[in-house]
């Protein structure tokens, strides 16, 4: 008997074709629409509804946002899901935990969350509750990234920080004529781990077709005028009045594009370096993002890391302006060996004597549940690399200290020099999930 002829892959039906294209790259799908001309249509990039390219976007972001959504862009005709793809893939390493390096601006917390929302990602602020003695972590957003109705990526942040949801935001930035404070920027990669956020200059020209003539004299008049502000005025008031064209609504129209640049030239660019290891891990328990209320009572967060030669180093995520903010750790050790339960009789009475910084509304029947399970020995990094600050007598047990890890997974440290100890909690909970806008982040 004749055996069966082979099955081959034209064989089987659409939607089966489909889910098994979707787990291939972009280039093997480009090899693959090589192989036939209905396969090259069935894989086109340049088609808006291209089956292919919308199950591969489903199945890799399908489940953290609205593919079709993000295709409609803005509701003005159809991005081409191949398009959409390469879009999302390269702003796909931005959702997570940024630190800001550099000044950045005054008063601006350093820390940044990005996470998806349903045709947009959201750049959050992440500081410490104005509440004093409280766990309560605030996130207010100040950076959305979208597409535009033809399908480009844009973006916009607000230097206060005072839109409460994308909705307000986006109406906002619907258009060139808004009198709000939005500012349209560029976010640009430098690796996988560095981006910087710049003002795009060039964003309202385009809007308008390219008119740049009035952005560029404005921003050479102003980049020419004496410092002094009535000479500027005086300055710009015949600049017009030269100019081409200078009637009144021209007039107008210029003042108005040149306080818009004014406002938009206060806001500086700004570096984030991404923080890869932000959760625990059971081979390095301690790592990630922690919060702790501190001696004066003011809610900290800490960054701790494992080195490459095993050691652990802890900082605080702080303002880089601030001094020895940089380089100057809270904690670390070399020794990563914990000691083991039985503890010996002088290792509970060091941690029995100690009293733990309690929020204000602290829940004290949860104290049973911060039960010692190992211990690790830690040094103070302020004698060790900015002796003068500590005020050190050259006593070893002045700069020693103990990390005392709790059957919960969280852990406190304290120090020799001093009766306190500070417990870490997590930042977020269930790791990068955090609650809507703009309410504050629950205690874990």
């Not at 004749?2 to 099955?7: D, I, K, Q, R, V």
């Not at 191949?82 to 879009?87: F, Q």
């Not at 009198?179 to 385009?206: I, K, W």
């Not at 004698?383 to 070893?396: A, F, R």
Request: some cysteine; glycine content about 10%.
């Amino acid at each position: 008997m004749a055996s069966p002829p082979p099955t081959s892959f034209s064989d089987f039906p659409e939607d089966v074709q489909l889910n098994v294209l979707s787990f291939l790259s972009p280039a093997e799908v480009s090899a693959f629409a090589c192989t036939s001309r209905r396969f090259a249509a069935l894989c086109s990039a340049s088609t808006s509804d291209s089956p292919v390219w919308l199950v591969m976007c489903d199945r890799r972001w399908g489940s953290k946002t609205l593919i079709r959504s993000w295709a409609s862009g803005g509701g003005g005709g159809r991005v081409p899901y191949a398009r959409l793809y390469r879009t999302l893939d390269r702003w796909e390493s931005l959702i997570g935990f940024w630190r800001r390096i550099g000044q950045g601006t005054p008063g601006t917390p350093p820390l940044v969350f990005f996470e998806w929302g349903p045709s947009y990602i959201t750049g959050s602020r992440v500081s410490p509750s104005a509440e004093t003695g409280t766990y309560g972590v605030l996130k207010v957003p100040f950076l959305w990234l979208g597409l535009s109705a033809h399908g480009d990526p844009v973006s916009f942040l607000h230097p206060g920080s005072r839109f409460e949801s994308p909705g307000e935001f986006f109406s906002s930035a619907s258009g060139p004529s808004s009198d709000s404070d939005l500012v349209p920027v560029t976010v640009s990669f430098m690796g996988c781990n560095h981006f910087v956020v710049e003002e795009n200059r060039s964003f309202y020209a385009e809007a308008r077709g390219g008119d740049s003539g009035v952005l560029d004299e404005v921003a050479e008049i102003e980049s020419t005028s004496p410092p002094d502000r009535l000479m500027s005025e005086i300055y710009q008031y015949f600049a017009n009045r030269m100019s081409p064209g200078g009637d009144r609504a021209s007039r107008r129209q210029r003042k108005k594009e040149r306080e818009k640049l004014g406002r938009r030239r206060l806001w500086e660019a700004e570096h984030f370096v991404k923080i890869v290891n932000y959760q625990p891990t059971p081979s390095r328990p301690l790592q990630g993002l922690w919060k702790g209320i501190c001696e004066d009572n003011v809610l900290d967060f800490y960054l701790v890391s494992y080195d490459d030669v095993g050691g652990i180093t802890c900082r605080r995520v702080g303002d880089a302006g601030e001094l020895f903010a940089g380089y100057s750790p809270v904690f670390w050790t070399s020794n990563t060996t914990f000691l083991e339960s039985p503890f010996s009789k002088e290792e509970q009475d060091l941690y029995s004597s100690r009293e733990h910084i309690r929020a204000v509304a602290s829940n004290w029947s949860n104290m049973d549940r911060e039960v010692v399970s190992r211990i690790l020995c830690i040094n103070s990094s302020y004698d060790l690399v900015i002796p003068d600050l500590s005020g050190s007598s050259g006593d070893p047990r002045n700069v020693e200290g103990r990390i005392w890890e709790y059957e919960d997974g969280t852990f406190g440290f304290g120090f020799f020099r001093n009766n306190f100890i500070i417990d870490l909690k997590h930042i977020t909970l269930n790791g990068i999930r955090m609650l809507s806008l703009p309410a504050m982040l629950k205690p874990t």
